[in-house]
């Protein structure tokens, strides 16, 4: 819920706006108050729509059908005025969260909350198809959630957007991962096409991730109507039910009857949602408790009369041609106006290969938090982490880490969250850290920390926003060779059978961040480490090391011992990343060794397990 802008105060018909609910391409939402006390949603359709007088007839037809739905599991329609100067359409107000926001909040659904979304969705879908209509655009975004259940709503306004001016002639508004074959084609459809829609939003609900997502639009119209749906991860429980309503062939497709006797009866014992789900839930509904008590909004002043009437029609012109642009650059297929669901599922943005590729400088460079802009430092050569300010070490830096290992048992929540994941902390002595788990593997997680004088400890958590959000949509990559190790899980690269002849039994192999590898075995341990190092301090070059040569499996490696414990640092390759780097740097790998016997040789076991990994690194070209 946002606050209202003075020209959003306007009344609506009989409706007062509170706030703004949300905004997409057909329009704006807000929670309004009726003359008799009733509570409201009223959709605003975008003034490109309203121009067209074809958009208005179909507006009106869909909003007489609409008035027609009525049951447990749809939002009823109040009242509409499709002849307004901005037509709109008053709905009941549900209090809850949409199933995408729920999803990214909590992760897929179990099988019982699952089995009730069904049952829920599929009695509106016949509650909608007995009206005489078809949703066209059944998408997560379409769906709430309630205590009781879910809702649906929206239905029917898509059909009144086809064929509009703004759009052109034969065009199909919707959502390309969650459109049936044949409304991707532009073919005629039947109610059989929102059972497909139902299929595909199922298999986000069970998983998190939609069968047919591609990384376009483009892409995922040819998969919905070339490709098969991915359905790895759909529970069993559920998986006839999904296979059927995703049919190519419509008439093969269930009717939402046939589709309650395959989910069978219900189970109305035990809570409706997960708890995380439930709390958003109560967390609206309290939200809108405060807003109805606070003082109303005061509307604007009435506009004044233009005095240069014929700027201002240059000026509206100006803007129909900039909102045509923006509008046909979301249209990557002819023929098709797609409301885009731009944003990637938080699991796979911020999946540990994903991030390996990602430059955690660009992600935020350049961005201004308070009275901070950060810029990377000079001394930040890390792959997988930025410094940014102008220190070297402590004083005023800010870091930025991705994939970094942590300690939940040391951490806790603040109460916050970025795209629907809990913001952890961790208490330090000398400044302040924020972290968002990844979901897909909550050990690891993208981390800021920042030191008391940096100043910017009131505001790590907006720049986690920051920094998920650019991930979710285009996040800045490495330009990194195939034979970088920044793109190598370190791991991997560990030979167990070689490493378990020189420090016997391995007990674990752990990563530590996306950088570094852990071996904990019965002799001692070890670890594998992939750096940024400055040319000017490597091997001889550092000063502050004693090291000396030594020759491993092709390479020249510099050892340096002390007592029991031996490290070997070796070039993998000279890095070229980047115009910005301002010290020259190369692409190091280090192996370090420490034994549990003081007897042991530290150093040989060392350069046999430098030579176990080197035989698995990728050719350094």
């Known amino acids: ?76 329609v109040m009242e509409a005025d499709p002849g307004a100067e901005a037509p709109w359409l008053a709905s009941v107000y549900v209090a809850g969260p949409s199933l995408r926001d729920a999803i990214d909040a909590s992760g897929p659904l179990p099988v019982p909350s699952m089995r009730r ?22 998408k997560p975004g379409n769906v709430l959630l309630t205590s009781d259940g879910p809702r649906v709503i929206d239905f029917g306004i898509a059909r009144a957007a086809e064929g509009a001016e703004f759009t052109s002639t034969g065009t199909v508004v919707g959502s390309p991962a969650y459109m049936s074959p044949e409304q991707a084609e532009g073919r005629d459809l039947t ?21 047919f997502t591609g990384t376009t639009a ?51 014992e035990g809570p409706v ?52 642009a923006v509008v046909q650059g979301f249209a990557p297929v002819a023929g098709t106006v797609i409301e885009p669901d731009q944003r990637e599922p938080v699991a796979q943005a911020l999946g540990v290969d994903r991030l390996r590729d990602i430059d955690a400088c660009a992600l935020l460079k350049g961005e201004t938090f308070g009275d901070t802009t950060l810029e990377p430092s000079a001394y930040s050569t890390y792959l997988h982490r930025c410094r940014f300010g102008q220190g070297g070490f402590s004083s005023g830096s800010i870091n930025l880490e991705l994939g970094a290992t942590i300690d939940r048992s040391r951490m806790s929540a603040t109460g916050d969250r970025v795209a629907g994941q809990a913001v952890l902390q961790e208490s330090t002595s000398s400044g302040c850290s924020r972290a968002v788990a990844s979901p897909s593997s909550p050990q690891q997680a993208i981390t800021m920390e920042a030191s008391e004088d940096s100043g910017m400890c009131d505001h790590l958590t907006a720049a986690l926003d920051l920094a998920v959000d650019k991930l979710r949509t285009k996040p800045p990559k490495q330009d990194l060779p195939d034979n970088s190790l920044a793109r190598a899980d370190l791991c991997s690269l560990i030979d167990d059978q070689a490493v378990q002849q020189q420090l016997g039994v391995v007990q674990s192999t752990t990563a530590d961040d996306l950088s570094t590898c852990r071996i904990d075995a019965i002799n001692g341990n070890g670890t594998l480490r992939a750096e940024l190092t400055p040319a000017s301090t490597f091997g001889p070059e550092n000063s502050y090391r004693d090291v000396e040569p030594v020759q491993l499996n092709g390479v020249t490696g510099y050892q340096n011992s002390r007592s029991s414990a031996c490290s070997i640092d070796w070039k993998h390759r000279d890095f070229e990343e980047g115009s910005d780097q301002v010290l020259p740097t190369i692409e190091t790998a280090s192996v370090t060794y420490s034994a549990n016997d003081d007897k042991a040789k530290p150093c040989e076991n060392a350069k046999a397990l430098a030579n176990s990994v080197l035989k698995n690194l990728p050719p350094a070209g």
């Open 218 to 268: 483009a892409q995922t119209l040819y998969n919905v109507v070339h490709e098969p749906p991915q359905l790895d991860g759909v529970p069993p429980e559920i998986l006839p039910v999904i296979e059927a309503c995703l049919a190519h062939d419509p008439e093969a497709r269930p009717t939402p009857t046939q589709l309650l006797d395959l989910v069978g009866p219900i189970d109305h």
């Open 273 to 324: 949602w997960p708890v995380e789900v439930q709390q958003l839930i109560d967390a609206q509904e309290a939200e809108v408790r405060h807003v109805l008590a606070l003082p109303p909004p005061e509307p604007p002043p009435p506009p004044r009369k233009p005095r240069w009437p014929k700027v201002t029609a240059l000026v509206g012109a100006a803007a129909a041609v900039v909102a045509l």
């Open 1 to 76: 819920m946002k606050p209202l802008q003075p020209e959003q105060s306007h009344p609506i018909g009989h409706y007062r706006p509170l706030v703004l609910l949300g905004e997409g391409a057909m329009g704006q939402v807000f929670l309004c108050l009726s003359q008799d006390g009733r509570v409201a949603a009223v959709k605003r359709i975008h003034p490109s729509f309203s121009k067209d007088d074809g958009f208005r007839v179909r507006f009106r037809q869909e909003v007489e059908a609409s008035r027609r739905v009525s049951g447990a599991y749809t939002a009823a």
């Open 117 to 138: 979304l069904i049952a829920g969705l599929a009695t509106a879908l016949s509650d909608v198809h007995r009206a005489g209509l078809i949703h066209r655009d059944l």
């Open 191 to 211: 109610p059989a096409s929102d059972i497909f829609s139902l299929g595909a939003l199922l298999v986000m609900a069970a998983t998190g991730q939609g069968p």
